[in-house]
């Protein structure tokens, strides 16, 4: 994992945590499990928002 995916990733865990407070982090057991994905999803797009804006992590074109 990149510098980038581990910042947004421990971010969004303590996000996560602030939120739910003693609550695991939801990893899907063996497949795709949409609620847990959904959640994760959330919480990892607001931790690389968060980061972007704090100048901490650039932006990645998507186009």
């Known amino acids: 994992m990149d510098t980038r995916s581990s ?4 971010l969004a ?3 996560f945590e602030n939120e739910h407070p ?3 982090w939801p990893n899907p057991d063996d497949k ?14 607001r931790a ?7 100048g901490r992590i650039d932006s990645v074109d998507q186009s």
């Open 7 to 10: 910042l947004i990733l421990k």
């Open 13 to 15: 865990k303590e996000m």
């Open 22 to 24: 003693g609550g695991v």
């Open 32 to 45: 795709a499990d949409t609620v847990t994905i959904k959640c994760q999803g959330k919480y990892l797009s």
């Open 48 to 54: 690389e928002h968060q980061l972007i804006a704090e």
